[in-house]
């Protein structure tokens, strides 16, 4: 790459609930050139799946966005959240019709981006599903 200010950017993304809706967090991983940049998760509180792996994208995002990349790659395990977020499904419930809009505003002021779904079984998604459910369970034992 000529330009080091702009770079590609995959971030991989993870929501759970215990219960839905129930105790919820998300996570997200932050890779430039294959190196993990940022590793991040938050517990969320009673909320549903969804919302979770919707934040995971929003919040992975946001923090996207300081690195200024010429191309993001959004990676999930949310067949709902990728096929709505690529069009192929359309977003019908409210509170995650507002997610969608967020996620789909940051998106559009990247120079380019792809969303895709991915399976459980990959190793990036299982150290975001990991890190979900660390959090999770430090949330259960009062941590």
Not at 70 to 92: P, W
Request: proline letters at 3%.
């Amino acid at each position: 790459m000529a330009d080091n200010s702009h770079t590609d950017i995959i971030l991989v993304t993870d929501g759970a609930s215990r219960g839905n809706p129930g105790p919820a967090a998300r996570a997200y991983l932050i890779y430039e050139n294959g190196i993990i940049k940022k590793r991040e998760g938050r517990y969320l509180g009673e909320t549903t799946n969804n919302v979770a792996e919707y934040t995971a994208v929003l919040e992975g995002l946001l923090e996207v966005q300081q690195f200024h990349p010429n191309s993001v790659a959004v990676i999930s395990d949310s067949e709902l959240v990728v096929r709505q977020l690529q069009g192929i499904y359309r977003v019908r419930n409210a509170v995650l019709s507002k997610l969608y809009g967020e996620v789909i505003s940051i998106l559009d002021s990247f120079p380019s981006y792809a969303v895709c779904h991915s399976s459980r079984e990959n190793p990036h998604i299982r150290l975001a599903d990991a890190l979900c459910n660390e959090i999770l369970d430090n949330h259960a034992q009062g941590i």
